[in-house]
T-cell receptor, first 108, second 113 residues
Framework: QQQVKQSPQSLIVQKGGISIINCAYE??????FPWYQQFPGKGPALLIA?????SEKKEGRFTISFNKSAKQFSLHIMDSQPGDSATYFC???????FGDGTTLTVKP | GAGVSQTPSNKVTEKGKYVELRCDPI?????LYWYRQSLGQGPEFLIY????????DSGLPNDRFFAVRPEGSVSTLKIQRTERGDSAVYLC???????????FGPGTRLTVL
């Protein structure tokens, strides 16, 4: 049973566009929702994270929107750049459960 | 500043052999995690240490997998009687405490022939 479902599997965006990745979770006990960025051959790196007591968190070009009642959260990347091309994972803690990832390609 | 390091970076072994994968966490981090990542998938939780003790080993797939962290710092993931299905990237992460940001190492790519 997959506890965190992520979509889309892959995403192609033009430079300057908005990239949106969605995640849905099942376990209401989850209390911490991070997004990770992973480049080939590297381990994941924390991008931004949110706790369920807030509905939105913004850090630079990256925003998490959180909908507790729908058990969904999403990552928005504004003004997407070619350097943002990577695989993105949503996760839910306490059990460090990851989604299957979204491969983002930003075309110049 | 030193991050999380993992050795070896690559390990090729034969089916049935025993392997050990090492993780050096960031100094002072009390929490340490092991994950397994297969191609095209997200990291799969294996085990979590708080200090020297395994606080949650519910992700270990079977009794061929075992991990230790005897002094609360370096950890070793041990796999007995390796199978081809064990081939994956094994990731280690550490954090200051349980719900703090996890810092990942580069992983060990294990290939079982």
């Amino acid at each position: 049973q997959q506890q965190v479902k992520q979509s889309p599997q892959s995403l192609i965006v033009q430079k300057g566009g908005i990239s949106i990745i969605n995640c849905a979770y099942e376990n209401t006990a989850f209390d911490y929702f991070p997004w990770y960025q992973q480049f080939p051959g590297k381990g994941p790196a924390l991008l931004i994270a949110i706790r369920p007591d807030v509905s939105e968190k913004k850090e630079g070009r990256f925003t998490i929107s959180f909908n507790k009642s729908a058990k969904q959260f999403s990552l928005h990347i504004m003004d997407s750049q070619p350097g943002d091309s990577a695989t993105y994972f949503c996760a839910a803690a306490g059990k460090s459960t990851f989604g299957d990832g979204t491969t983002l390609t930003v075309k110049p | 500043g030193a991050g999380v390091s993992q050795t070896p970076s690559n390990k090729v072994t034969e089916k049935g052999k025993y392997v050990e994968l090492r993780c050096d966490p960031i100094s002072g981090h009390t929490a340490l995690y092991w994950y397994r990542q297969s191609l095209g998938q997200g990291p799969e939780f294996l085990i979590y240490f708080q200090g020297t003790g395994a606080a949650d080993d519910s992700g270990l797939p079977n009794d061929r997998f075992f991990a230790v962290r005897p002094e609360g710092s370096v950890s070793t993931l041990k796999i007995q009687r390796t199978e081809r299905g064990d081939s994956a990237v094994y990731l280690c992460a550490s954090s200051l405490d349980r719900h703090d940001e996890q810092f990942f190492g580069p992983g060990t790519r294990l290939t079982v022939l």
